[in-house]
């Protein structure tokens, strides 16, 4: 069995909270270490996902699924996965 992929793998795997500051910076994205921090518990806003896909293994399937860990959300019952 895979190991679950959490937000905190993906902020971990990126080069960790000050690289992803850094990265959407450089993108032209104000965004606050803080933010990021809460990402945790809210998820990672989809709105960023093009700037974090590009500096992890990850794709947009393992940040959905780390999204509905991190906002508990069972992902068989996540309104996308049913469409």
Known sequence: MEAEITVAKII???????????ACLDAGVA???DAI???RHTGIPDRHWRI???ITSFGPEEFYRA???ARD????????AAA
């Open 73 to 80: 959300v069972p992902y068989s019952e996540a309104p996308e």
């Open 67 to 69: 999204n509905c860990v």
């Open 12 to 22: 971990k795997e990126a080069g960790g909270v000050a690289a992803i500051e850094r």
């Open 37 to 39: 921090y809460k990402w």
């Open 52 to 54: 974090l896909i590009p």
């Open 31 to 33: 965004i606050t270490r």
